[in-house]
């Protein structure tokens, strides 16, 4: 079955560590995504990638990094500089040449600082 | 304005009635627009997409999309417990945006409880 995993589903982390996320797609997907939630926030954009090796800033990106190495693969790593790491973490996915703009996502990572 | 604003709730409404979201957009959203549904500790699912004026319908569920007034809706007929969730109302990207089309704006939510 074609979809988005994330690993792992929760994490804890101690202050000053970094630690990464996990996105994989078998969708063939151009586009992929990493969003923040907070309770009642919404979904805040991290960062986006188009295309393999590229990748831009989305509305949070301080404190977060990311690399498009692979299309299928675009992992998040959350940095000691990133002052409230704790949330919901979400990686999307789509086809970034559609028009419909619909994404798809993953299951979710929980990130817990200690 | 925000760019997508929704009521946060909670909504409340009885097993079997018509549940009613909201959602409000300003200018700089593109007139595409996405309903996602969101349990409690889940990842959002798209329910119901809407690109024109007017309604669109996929059987227990309505979006209303009115560019006059940049509003954007979803009815739930026959509510059930199960329709119990969180939902998020998101736009198109910016105009004149130069990303991918799937970069959403989200709204923050509206949290729906039917009542059995």
């Known amino acids: 079955d074609g979809g988005i995993t994330q690993s792992p589903k929760y994490l804890f982390r101690k202050e000053g560590q970094n630690v990464t996320l996990s996105c994989e797609q078998n969708l063939n997907h151009d586009a992929m995504y990493w969003y923040r939630q907070d309770p009642g926030q919404g979904l805040r954009l991290i960062y986006y990638s188009q295309i393999v090796n590229d990748f831009q800033k989305g509305d949070i990106a301080e404190g977060y990094s990311v690399s498009r190495e692979k299309k299928e693969s675009f992992p998040l790593t959350v940095t000691s500089a990133q002052k409230n790491p704790t949330a919901f973490y979400l990686c999307?996915?789509?086809?970034?040449?559609?028009?419909?703009?619909?994404?798809?996502f993953g299951e979710g990572s929980r990130l817990t600082v200690l | 304005q925000k760019e997508v604003e929704q009521n946060s709730g909670p909504l409340s409404v009885p097993e079997g009635a018509i549940a009613s979201l909201n959602c409000t957009y300003s200018?700089?959203?593109?007139?595409?627009f996405f309903w996602y549904r969101q349990y409690s500790g889940k990842s959002p699912e798209l329910i119901m997409s809407i690109y024109s004026n007017g309604d669109k319908e996929d059987g227990r569920f309505t979006a209303q999309l009115n560019k006059a007034s940049q509003y954007v809706s979803l009815l739930i007929r026959d509510s059930q417990p199960s329709d119990s969730a969180t939902y998020l109302c998101a736009g198109g990207p910016p105009r004149n945006y130069g990303g991918s089309q799937g970069n959403l704006i989200f709204g923050k939510g509206t949290k729906l409880s039917v009542k059995p």
């Open positions: 200018d700089r959203v593109s007139q595409s």
């Open positions: 999307a996915s789509s086809r970034a040449r559609s028009n419909t703009g619909e994404l798809f």
